[in-house]
């Protein structure tokens, strides 16, 4: 079982950066996929990125183009998620994903991070 710790989310005004990281740990890592998830109060967990560790091919939510980039560290088994331009609408926890989807984007997700709050004040 591969385990999922995010870190580097807190509040931060509008216009600001984040800069959040996932450790990945537990059995070697073999998955296709890292993605970065996030869920507000109230609504549905919605997709913001993903990277494919072979190729380091991303994949970006449209709502999060040109503001987020993820990125790799292979030889950490960490991905990073950099936000900048931060916006209220960004508040919300954000979870790290590992997939063993072959598809890309992958369609499924295996194993979850704990979460991180982001918060964006106005």
């Known amino acids: 079982q591969v385990q999922l710790v995010e870190s580097g989310g807190g509040l931060v005004q509008a216009g600001g950066s984040l800069r959040l990281s996932c450790a990945a740990s537990?059995?070697?890592?073999?998955?296709?996929?890292m993605g970065w998830f996030r869920q507000a109060p109230g609504k549905e967990r919605e997709f913001v990125a993903a990277?494919?560790?072979?190729?380091?091919?991303?994949y970006y939510a449209d709502s999060v183009k040109g503001r987020f980039t993820i990125s790799r560290d292979n030889a950490k088994n960490t991905v990073h998620l950099q936000m900048n331009s931060l916006k209220p609408e960004d508040t919300a926890v954000y979870y790290c994903?590992?997939?063993?989807?072959?598809?890309?984007?992958?369609?499924?997700?295996?194993?979850w991070g704990q979460g991180t709050q982001v918060t964006v004040s106005s």
């Open positions: 994903a590992a997939s063993w989807d072959s598809k890309w984007p992958p369609l499924t997700y295996n194993s």
């Open positions: 537990g059995r070697t890592f073999s998955g296709y996929a």
């Open positions: 990277i494919r560790w072979g190729g380091g091919f991303t």
